[in-house]
C-alpha cells in the first residue's frame, strides 16, 4: 500500500515536533534497516530517538513506567487505543453530509490512509471511509489495488471500489454467476418440465365440461340446433380422426387463463412439478393447497431468499444501479457467447439469474428494481409463476408492456427521420414509465410485492430492451409457463370454442414471447432485434395438428364412458345422459395401458405439405419442440398413452442426437419421472411401443444434456431392474441392464467431466465481501434438502452413488455387467 503525506506526529494540533512525519509500514522497516546497517548496535539508539513521541515529558513518563514493570510496548499499545478510542469517536459525530464535515474527513483520510496495512491502526481508516458519502477517487484507485485491504472495507466502500473498478467488479461477480447453474434447486426448478400442468389439466377441465354440455354433442357427433350448417373449410374438422365435418364456427367467449385452478387439477389427477416436493396430485409451484393435499412447492421468492448466490449478488448491488447493470451484462454476455447451436440449462441459468436477482430486490423495495428496463415483465412473469398460471390480466399487462416498446421505437423512427413533434421523452419511455398514471394490474399477485410501479428511463435504440426482454423470458420457469398457457388456450379457446389457433389472440402473442425468447441469444450477437411474429408453421400447422389430436382424446372418452355407463342412461333426461362425461371422464385413463401398447403408432397428418411444414418447424424452431414436448408430457399425465406414443415417435425421428444432448435436459429428466412411476407400478415395462421411443430412442440419447437428467434416467432402469416390495419380478435381466448402462456411460462423457471440474471449490469461499450468513441463505433454504449438495459433491461425477445403487440387481455380478463394474471400479474414491 503507497503511504499519503501527513504521517502521525503532534504538529497536527500545535504542539512540539510539528511538521515532522514518521515513515509507516514498508518505509518504516526499510528506515530501520538502513540505521542498523549503518551504526550497528549503536543503531539502536537512533531508532529510538528518530521514533519517539515529540513531547518533552515522553522520555520521564516512560523512564517511570519501566521502573514499574511496565513495558515500553504496553505503554505505546495503550497511549494508541486512547488515541484510537478518542479519535473514534469524534469520527463518528461527523457527517459525511455536511460540507465542512466533508472537508475534515478528507483531511482525516488523508492522513490516515496509509495505516489501512497496520492491524493495530486500520480501524481509523475504516471509520472515516464508512462515514464519507464518497471516497475520493485516488483512494478508491489504491484499494482496487490491494486485495486483501479490499476484503476488510465496508460493504459501501467496497460498492464504491467496484463502480470505480469495472474488472475488479467482473473478477468477483463472475465466480458467483458462474455457479448458479450448480445451485441444487435452481437446476431442479429450470428441469421441472411439467411444472405448470396443473393449470392445463384445469383448463382441460373446464374444456371437457363445456365440451360435454347437453346444448353440444360429443366431439365428433352431430351438433345441436345451431350448429347444424354446413362445414366450415377452415375449421378443425378433417385434422383428426374423430372431427366430422358440421361443426359450427367458433365462439368469442374469453375464458380465464389458467390462474387458481388447483381445485380442477387435483380433480383432474395431474401433480406437476413432482421433482420439487409436489408429492401428487395438485402439488407444486402455485397450486396452493387443497383439502386432503399436499402442501405446495418451493415458491421462487423461497428459492431467492434461500439461494446463496442470489443474496450474494443482492448484497453486492446494494443500492447502486452501476453495480446492478454490470452484472446484468455479465449475465447477457455469459448467455450471448455461451458455446453451441442448441441452447441447455447451464446456458439459461443467466436468464434465470437475471430475473430472480431483479425480483430479489424487488421483494426488498430496492429502487434499483424499479430502474430496470423489463422489472415490469419479470414481475408480471413472476405473479404468473407464483399462480401456477397467465389470467386474463397478465396476458393483458404482457401485451401492453410490448405495445409500449413498439411505440417507443415508432416514435424514435419518426424522430430520426425529421417527423413531427414527439409526444413523449427523447426515444418514448420505457415499458412499465407510466407507473404514476397506471398502477400494475395485480400488484397483490407477485409474491413480494412492492408498492412502486415499473421501470423508468429511456434509452437511445428503443428495441434494444427486446434483447433483455428475451433474456428474461428465457428463464427456464418463464419458457415453462409460457407453453403450458399455450396448451391450456388449446383446450379453453381452440377445442372447446371451435375456434381456430390463429384466431386467439393471446395465443399470437404467447407464441410472439416464446419466439422472442429463442431468439434472444441470435438477437444480442447480430445487435439486430426485433418483435418476431409467431412462425406460421407453428399457428398454422403444429397447435391445429395437437388441438384435432385433442378432438379425438376427448371423442375416444367419450366413446369410452358411453360405452361403460350409457344403457342405464337412455330416456333418462338431460342430466342422466351427461352423467357418463362427469367427473370419471377427467381422471380415466384414455385408450389402452402403456404395457399393452405393441404397434407402432404414427400421427395422423392431414396432408403431406402440413406434415413437411410440421417436420421442418420441429427440426429448425425450438418454440415448435418446447410445444410438442410439453404436449406428450400432459398426454402421459392425462393417461392418454396412445397419443403420448404418437408424439413421442414423432419427436424420436426428428431431434438430432446434438440437440437431444443439450436443449432436452428438462424434457428427458420430466418425461424419465414420469415414466419411472408407471415402471414401479409395472404398467410399463420393455418391450412395448412407449418404452422404446421413449427409453431408447429419447432418454438413453438425452443423458448428456444435465447429471439430473442422467440421475433420472438410471432411476428408472433401477426401478425396472429391481423387484417391486410386493414381490413381482424384475422387468430387465441383468445383462439388458450391462447393455442400457455402458450406452448410458458412453453418452455422458462430457457432462460427467463437466461436473468433475466443477466439483473443486465453492465460489462463494472466494466472495470478498463481508456479508452476515443469514444474508446470504444457507443449504436448507436454498435447496430444501440439507447437506444434499455435499453428498453429491463426494462422487466423482455427480452420478456416480446412483450406479453404485445397481450392485443390489438381483444376479448382478462382473461378468454379467462388465460395463458397470468397470466404471465403478474406474471411479472408486
Given at each position: 500500500m503507497a503511504t499519503s503525506p501527513g504521517g502521525g506526529g503532534a504538529g497536527t494540533d500545535g504542539s512540539p515536533g510539528g511538521g515532522r512525519g514518521l515513515p509507516i509500514g514498508g518505509e518504516g522497516k526499510d528506515m530501520v534497516h538502513e540505521m542498523l546497517a549503518a551504526a550497528g548496535p549503536g543503531g539502536i539508539a537512533q531508532v529510538q530517538e528518530a521514533c519517539l513521541m515529540p513531547y518533552p515529558l515522553v522520555r520521564h513518563l516512560l523512564g517511570m513506567l519501566e521502573i514499574m514493570d511496565i513495558s515500553r510496548v504496553e505503554a505505546h499499545r495503550a497511549v494508541l487505543q486512547r488515541a484510537k478510542e478518542r479519535l473514534l469517536s469524534r469520527v463518528a459525530a461527523l457527517s459525511g453530509r455536511d460540507p465542512g464535515d466533508k472537508a475534515r474527513l478528507e483531511r482525516l483520510l488523508a492522513g490516515s490512509f496509509t495505516y489501512l496495512g497496520m492491524a493495530d491502526m486500520r480501524e481509523v481508516p475504516l471509520a472515516v471511509m464508512e462515514r464519507l458519502e464518497r471516497v475520493p477517487a485516488q483512494h478508491l484507485k489504491q484499494l482496487a489495488a490491494d486485495t486483501e485491504v479490499f476484503k476488510i472495507l465496508p460493504p459501501g466502500v467496497q460498492r464504491?471500489?467496484?463502480?470505480?473498478?469495472?474488472?475488479?467488479?467482473?473478477?468477483?461477480?463472475?465466480?458467483?454467476?458462474?455457479?448458479?447453474?450448480?445451485?441444487?434447486?435452481?437446476?431442479?426448478?429450470?428441469?421441472?418440465?411439467?411444472?405448470?400442468?396443473?393449470?392445463?389439466?384445469?383448463?382441460?377441465?373446464?374444456?371437457?365440461?363445456?365440451?360435454?354440455?347437453?346444448?353440444?354433442?360429443?366431439?365428433?357427433?352431430?351438433?345441436?340446433?345451431?350448429?347444424?350448417?354446413?362445414?366450415?373449410?377452415?375449421?378443425?374438422?378433417?385434422?383428426?380422426?374423430?372431427?366430422?365435418?358440421?361443426?359450427?364456427?367458433?365462439?368469442?367467449?374469453?375464458?380465464?387463463?389458467?390462474?387458481?385452478?388447483?381445485?380442477?387439477?387435483?380433480?383432474?389427477?395431474?401433480?406437476?412439478?413432482?421433482?420439487?416436493?409436489?408429492?401428487?396430485?395438485?402439488?407444486?409451484?402455485?397450486?396452493?393447497?387443497?383439502?386432503?393435499?399436499?402442501?405446495?412447492?418451493?415458491?421462487?421468492?423461497?428459492?431467492?431468499?434461500?439461494?446463496?448466490?442470489?443474496?450474494?449478488?443482492?448484497?453486492?448491488?446494494?443500492?447502486?444501479?452501476?453495480?446492478?447493470?454490470?452484472?446484468?451484462?455479465?449475465?447477457?454476455?455469459?448467455?450471448?457467447?455461451?458455446?453451441?447451436?442448441?441452447?441447455?440449462?447451464?446456458?439459461?441459468?443467466?436468464?434465470?439469474?437475471?430475473?430472480?436477482?431483479?425480483?430479489?430486490?424487488?421483494?426488498?423495495?430496492?429502487?434499483?428494481?424499479?430502474?430496470?428496463?423489463?422489472?415490469?415483465?419479470?414481475?408480471?412473469?413472476?405473479?404468473?409463476?407464483?399462480?401456477?398460471?397467465?389470467?386474463?390480466?397478465?396476458?393483458?399487462?404482457?401485451?401492453?408492456?410490448?405495445?409500449?416498446?413498439?411505440?417507443?421505437?415508432?416514435?424514435?423512427?419518426?424522430?430520426?427521420?425529421?417527423?413531427?413533434?414527439?409526444?413523449?421523452?427523447?426515444?418514448?419511455?420505457?415499458?412499465?414509465?407510466?407507473?404514476?398514471?397506471?398502477?400494475?394490474?395485480?400488484?397483490?399477485?407477485?409474491?413480494?410485492?412492492?408498492?412502486?410501479?415499473?421501470?423508468?428511463?429511456?434509452?437511445?435504440?428503443?428495441?434494444?430492451?427486446?434483447?433483455d426482454a428475451g433474456l428474461v423470458l428465457r428463464d427456464p420457469s418463464a419458457l415453462h409457463l409460457l407453453a403450458a398457457q399455450v396448451l391450456a388456450l388449446l383446450h379453453t379457446e381452440v377445442v372447446a370454442a371451435e375456434r381456430l389457433p390463429r384466431d386467439v389472440p393471446d395465443m399470437a402473442l404467447l407464441l410472439r414471447l416464446m419466439q422472442l425468447a429463442v431468439e434472444a441469444r441470435s438477437m444480442m450477437r447480430d445487435r439486430v432485434y426485433r418483435y418476431p411474429d409467431p412462425d406460421k408453421a407453428v399457428l398454422h400447422d403444429l397447435l391445429p395438428l395437437l388441438a384435432a389430436a385433442l378432438v379425438d382424446s376427448h371423442a375416444a372418452a367419450v366413446k369410452a364412458a358411453g360405452a361403460g355407463g350409457g344403457g342405464g342412461a337412455a330416456g333418462a333426461g338431460p342430466a342422466a345422459s351427461a352423467a357418463p362425461f362427469g367427473p370419471n371422464l377427467l381422471t380415466s385413463p384414455v385408450g389402452p395401458e402403456p404395457a399393452a401398447l405393441q404397434e407402432e403408432a404414427e400421427v395422423e397428418f392431414p396432408d403431406a405439405g402440413t406434415k413437411t411444414r410440421v417436420c421442418g418447424a420441429l427440426r429448425g424452431n425450438e418454440v415448435a419442440r418446447r410445444l410438442m414436448q410439453t404436449f406428450a408430457l400432459e398426454r402421459l399425465a392425462r393417461g392418454d398413452y396412445m397419443t403420448a406414443v404418437k408424439f413421442l415417435s414423432l419427436l424420436a425421428r426428428l431431434l438430432v442426437p446434438a440437440c437431444l444432448a443439450v436443449e432436452a435436459a428438462d424434457f428427458a429428466s420430466t418425461l424419465a419421472a414420469r415414466l419411472a412411476e408407471l415402471v414401479k407400478a409395472r404398467r410399463l415395462g420393455p418391450g412395448s411401443r412407449l418404452w422404446v421411443v421413449a427409453v431408447d430412442n429419447l432418454l438413453v440419447g438425452a443423458v448428456d444434456a444435465h447429471t439430473q437428467t442422467h440421475e433420472e434416467v438410471l432411476r428408472l432402469l433401477l426401478a425396472a431392474a429391481l423387484p417391486t416390495p410386493d414381490g413381482r419380478?424384475?422387468?430387465?435381466?441383468?445383462?439388458?441392464?450391462?447393455?442400457?448402462?455402458?450406452?448410458?456411460?458412453?453418452?455422458?462423457?462430457?457432462?460427467?467431466?463437466?461436473?468433475?471440474?466443477?466439483?473443486?471449490?465453492?465460489?462463494?469461499?472466494?466472495?470478498?465481501?463481508?456479508?452476515?450468513?443469514?444474508?446470504?441463505?444457507?443449504?436448507?433454504?436454498?435447496?430444501?434438502?440439507?447437506?444434499?449438495?455435499?453428498?453429491?459433491?463426494?462422487?466423482?461425477?455427480?452420478?456416480?452413488?446412483?450406479?453404485?445403487?445397481?450392485?443390489?440387481?438381483?444376479?448382478?455380478?462382473?461378468?454379467?455387467?462388465?460395463?458397470?463394474?468397470?466404471?465403478?471400479?474406474?471411479?472408486?474414491?
Open positions: 464504491q471500489v467496484w463502480e470505480y473498478d469495472k474488472n475488479l467488479l467482473q473478477s468477483d461477480a463472475l465466480p458467483l454467476v458462474g455457479a448458479y447453474k450448480y445451485e441444487i434447486a435452481t437446476y431442479m426448478r429450470a428441469l421441472a418440465a411439467d411444472e405448470f400442468l396443473p393449470g392445463v389439466a384445469a383448463a382441460a377441465a373446464r374444456a371437457a365440461v363445456s365440451i360435454m354440455a347437453p346444448d353440444r354433442g360429443p366431439p365428433g357427433g352431430g351438433g345441436g340446433g345451431e350448429r347444424g350448417g354446413a362445414a366450415d373449410a377452415d375449421s378443425l374438422a378433417g385434422l383428426g380422426g374423430a372431427a366430422k365435418a358440421g361443426a359450427g364456427a367458433g365462439r368469442g367467449i374469453r375464458r380465464g387463463g389458467g390462474a387458481g385452478a388447483a381445485a380442477a387439477a387435483a380433480a383432474a389427477g395431474v401433480g406437476g412439478a413432482h421433482m420439487l416436493g409436489g408429492g401428487g396430485p395438485g402439488g407444486g409451484p402455485g397450486s396452493g393447497t387443497v383439502p386432503g393435499g399436499p402442501p405446495p412447492g418451493i415458491t421462487r421468492k423461497i428459492l431467492r431468499k434461500g439461494s446463496r448466490i442470489t443474496q450474494a449478488l443482492k448484497g453486492m448491488v446494494g443500492s447502486s444501479p452501476k453495480i446492478y447493470n454490470q452484472i446484468v451484462e455479465l449475465c447477457c454476455v455469459k448467455f450471448r457467447d455461451a458455446e453451441g447451436l442448441y441452447v441447455g440449462v447451464r446456458e439459461c441459468s443467466y436468464a434465470a439469474l437475471r430475473a430472480q436477482l431483479l425480483m430479489a430486490l424487488h421483494d426488498d423495495n430496492n429502487p434499483v428494481a424499479a430502474r430496470d428496463r423489463c422489472h415490469e415483465l419479470a414481475w408480471t412473469l413472476d405473479a404468473g409463476i407464483r399462480a401456477g398460471g397467465l389470467s386474463d390480466k397478465h396476458l393483458e399487462k404482457l401485451g401492453r408492456f410490448f405495445e409500449d416498446i413498439m411505440e417507443a421505437a415508432e416514435e424514435s423512427e419518426g424522430l430520426a427521420a425529421g417527423g413531427g413533434k414527439r409526444r413523449r421523452g427523447a426515444a418514448g419511455p420505457l415499458p412499465g414509465g407510466r407507473a404514476s398514471s397506471r398502477a400494475p394490474l395485480d400488484e397483490a399477485e407477485s409474491a413480494g410485492a412492492g408498492g412502486h410501479g415499473g421501470g423508468a428511463g429511456g434509452v437511445v435504440e428503443p428495441l434494444r430492451v427486446l434483447g419380478p424384475p422387468l430387465l435381466t441383468p445383462g439388458e441392464l450391462d447393455a442400457y448402462l455402458r450406452l448410458t456411460l458412453e453418452n455422458s462423457r462430457r457432462s460427467r467431466k463437466r461436473y468433475k471440474k466443477f466439483s473443486g471449490g465453492d465460489a462463494l469461499a472466494r466472495f470478498p465481501m463481508c456479508l452476515l450468513a443469514s444474508d446470504i441463505g444457507s443449504d436448507i433454504g436454498s435447496d430444501g434438502w440439507p447437506g444434499i449438495l455435499a453428498l453429491k459433491l463426494k462422487g466423482a461425477d455427480g452420478v456416480r452413488s446412483v450406479y453404485e445403487m445397481f450392485r443390489r440387481v438381483p444376479g448382478i455380478n462382473p461378468d454379467v455387467a462388465p460395463a458397470l463394474f468397470e466404471y465403478l471400479a474406474e471411479t472408486k474414491q
